[in-house]
């Protein structure tokens, strides 16, 4: 290759990691000749390339004493086309998210392991919703309603590819409902393939030699620290069985449950539900999503993966049969006196029982751990006094040391978190329902006098879940007005503070109206808080009407609503197929959704093995053992700096390194959400012990913008307006930077372009000027 690429490993490198949406390696490195010099293209390391020759400069590359290196990890997930999918997956990425924000308190241990075998349990039934609302709309309104013998599917307006199915088996429901099945089918088919290709490429990456490994019996305090937390091979491999066994036998029921009443029916039902009670009994037993540290010691009982493989090879096989018991012909029996109703649905109804049960006891156990980790965290009344006790000396203003002291949503919100997560897989769930109804016939209400004729009749639940979209609508232009009051009085109170700042101009104003904005982050946990207040009390509302039969939704107030929703839940689920489409062609589009993906999969896949992958668990190691070789020797150092989520994943890294290795590191963190969003909605892992243990680790620097709506201070705010006290991490970054007389206001940089920052060189060249601790 003509040019200079300087290749080698000595001397200090300056290794950067980008955030979310995918920073290419041309920004990260601010140098338009990126070329791979380790890893693929799929995960990179990456250095300038100089076509000139060797460069000459202030910070140029040289051979064996400094390098400016980039790691890219964006294509794990926004590079594949299969990220289209993932936009149904939201739901499975949510519970996954609930686990870790779950409170972890030192004398609860047992009450803890009941709520994971809840959280568990219900990752399971979210499974079940949405495998169930494509089981529902193949099986009950195409397969059983649509295709009967003078139904909508049998009309001449009927598509072709479907009239068939009524015209030879009007009259033979199981075989209609036997090829109904193989769209579900598909579906299950489809998620396992996605999710068994991802656990092959990310979480089975071998440890690294750099990674500090605990011996037998070792344990550590701060969660974040434990190598086992990257290590999912096997227990997701456990789940990835469990949930598919699952989700086969709730399609083999829909199938043979309308033919209970006859002893093949009834034998293939209990066959399947069998299989779903073994699956779920499993998902609730602890050592399924165990995950254990390689030198520990412990292992999983002899029992487990015996009983998993019978599983794997038992849920196809009554599946199958099934299939084929109702291709060959079941007796109808008295099932079809009812054509608005597919028989055997009560399953659905016992299903969502159990999810209503399962929420409450995830709630007042989660309240229950949330109570005794604030125990845990008071000091003792005649112990030391700290900064929250009366007779403690007031601390100056800005002396925040501990990140995380309040955690958010009053410390319940893995709760409200998994009850999002059921809110939108329901969401979805009913879209599907709606939108099936739609294209086939005419969505409509059971009973009535009239013929069925193009009707596909969906149960009052339904509609009346419908009904609650309008309220969640009015709720979510309530909460905004109420932010922008907040943002807006906000902007009010900053703008005389920032007059002396910005040299008495009026700009003082744009920037405090910029400033509040990225201030209402921190209110994140209120709307969330509110927006799932509104939904749990509107559900418990709708089942209380339903079942004390009060009135029914066809009708008045009720019945627009419903049908409102019904329109609104139709025209949702086109959004999501179109979007999902232009992801699916459109690379820009797919780093901007891979936005979302950067947070969610951040952690591993701990309770929904479906969810799509944790790009961590190929990163951690990665990044880890390219440290090792980039700092093998006492005279080498590695300078870590994450920007943004390449902070979290910094963090995460640092305590991963063997002892022996963590001198010759440091880091430099900037737009860092550790402390503004990590610490307060996963106090577990990124409360006091994980950031105080990384900065007893290695040398840290951190820099935060009041503009940033994402970034801010780890340890101390030591801006202007906290009192501007030093720090030995935290160093704020103005922006707008203060404009010379008669210049106009420089742009805002918000979240981006920390490196560009004057204060970003200045730290970067403290950091590789302190020597290695000893």
């Not at 209402?520 to 509110?530: F, I, Q």
Request: hydrophobic share 45%; proline share 9%; charged share 15%.
């Amino acid at each position: 290759m003509d040019g200079f690429i300087d290749q080698t490993c000595g001397g200090v490198t300056e290794l950067r990691v980008h955030g979310v949406s995918g920073t290419p390696p041309a920004g990260i490195l601010n140098h338009p000749h990126p070329r791979l010099v380790a890893g693929d293209g799929t995960t990179g390391f990456y250095r300038r390339w100089w076509p000139g020759g060797r460069p000459t400069g202030e910070h140029p590359d040289v051979p064996g004493v400094r390098h400016r290196e980039a790691y890219a990890w964006g294509n794990l997930t926004s590079g594949g086309r299969t990220i289209a999918l993932w936009l149904l997956l939201l739901p499975f990425s949510l519970a996954n998210l609930s686990y870790f924000m779950l409170p972890r308190p030192a004398g609860g241990k047992r009450l803890r392991h009941a709520t994971e075998g809840a959280q568990r349990l219900f990752a399971l039934l979210l499974t079940g919703t949405l495998v169930g609302a494509v089981t529902r709309a193949a099986v009950d309104l195409v397969g059983w309603q649509c295709t009967a013998a003078g139904r909508a599917c049998t009309l001449a307006t009927a598509p072709g590819w479907i009239g068939w199915l009524g015209t030879l088996w009007g009259a033979e429901p199981s075989k209609r409902l036997a090829v109904a099945a193989l769209v579900p089918l598909l579906l299950v088919v489809l998620l396992w393939w996605i999710a068994r290709r991802t656990w092959r490429r990310d979480e089975n990456t071998p440890a690294p030699p750099g990674a500090h490994e605990p011996s037998s019996g070792e344990s550590s305090d701060v969660l974040l620290a434990r190598p086992r937390l990257w290590r999912g091979g096997a227990p997701v491999w456990r789940l990835r069985v469990v949930h598919v066994a699952f989700s086969l036998a709730s399609i083999g029921v829909a199938v043979s449950a309308p033919f209970v009443e006859t002893f093949p029916g009834l034998a293939l039902t209990v066959a399947n539900a069998g299989v779903q009670l073994a699956a779920a009994v499993l998902a609730v037993l602890p050592w399924t999503a165990r995950r254990v540290d390689p030198r520990s010691g412990r292992r999983a009982p002899r029992w487990l993966t015996p009983s998993v493989r019978r599983l794997r090879v038992t849920a196809p096989l009554v599946f199958l049969a099934t299939l084929g018991a109702a291709l060959v012909g079941l007796p109808a029996s008295s099932a079809g006196t009812t054509l608005w109703r597919l028989p055997g649905v009560g399953i659905g109804t016992f299903q969502y029982a159990l999810t209503l049960a399962l929420g409450l006891f995830i709630l007042v156990s989660t309240c229950l751990l949330a109570r005794l980790d604030r125990q845990t965290r008071r000091p003792a009344p005649d112990g030391p006094a700290t900064s929250g006790d009366s007779a403690a000396p007031a601390e100056p203003e800005g002396r925040e040391d501990v990140p995380g002291e309040r955690p958010a949503m009053g410390g319940v919100g893995a709760w409200i978190v998994l009850m999002i997560a059921a809110g939108g897989a329901n969401v979805l769930a009913l879209g599907v329902l709606f939108c099936t109804a739609a294209f086939f016939g005419d969505p409509a209400m059971t009973g009535g006098p009239r013929p069925p004729g193009r009707r596909l009749f969906l149960d009052d639940p339904v509609w009346w879940t419908a009904a609650l979209v309008p309220l969640m609508v009015l709720g979510l232009a309530a909460v905004t007005v109420v932010l922008w009051l907040i943002r807006r009085a906000e902007a009010r109170r900053l703008a005389p503070e920032l007059k002396p700042y910005y040299l008495e101009r009026d700009d003082a104003e744009a920037v405090a109206r910029t400033w509040a904005l990225a201030s209402l982050t921190d209110r994140a946990g209120l709307v969330m808080g509110v927006l799932t207040g509104i939904g749990v009390a509107g559900s418990a509302a709708v089942v209380t009407i339903h079942q004390l039969r009060l009135f029914t939704p066809d009708g008045g107030l009720a019945g627009r609503a419903a049908s409102f929703g019904g329109w609104a839940l139709v025209a949702l689920i086109s959004g999501l197929a179109l979007l999902g489409r232009r992801t699916y062609r459109d690379p820009r589009l797919r780093r901007t959704v891979g936005v979302l993906w950067d947070v969610a999969t951040f952690w591993p896949r701990a309770i929904h093995p479906l969810a799509p992958p944790c790009y961590t668990e190929r990163v951690v190691p990665e990044l880890t053992a390219r440290i090792g070789t980039l700092a093998a020797t006492e005279r080498d150092q590695v300078v870590l700096s994450g920007h943004s989520q390449g902070s979290v994943i910094a963090a995460a890294v640092v305590l991963q390194l063997d002892p022996a290795l963590r001198g010759r590191v440091r880091m430099l963190t900037h737009g860092s959400p550790l402390r503004r969003l990590y610490a307060p909605f996963f106090p577990a892992y990124f409360g006091e012990p994980g950031p105080r243990a990384v900065r007893e680790a290695v040398t840290w620097c951190n820099l935060y913008r009041l503009s940033d709506p994402i970034g801010g201070a780890v340890f101390r705010r030591v801006d202007p307006l906290a009192g501007g006290q030093r720090d030995a991490v935290d160093r704020f970054c103005w922006d707008p930077p203060r404009p010379g007389p008669g210049e106009p206001l420089p742009e805002t940089r918000w979240h981006s372009d920390y490196w560009l920052e004057p204060s970003y060189g200045e730290a970067l060249n403290h950091l590789v000027t302190v020597k290695p601790a000893a």
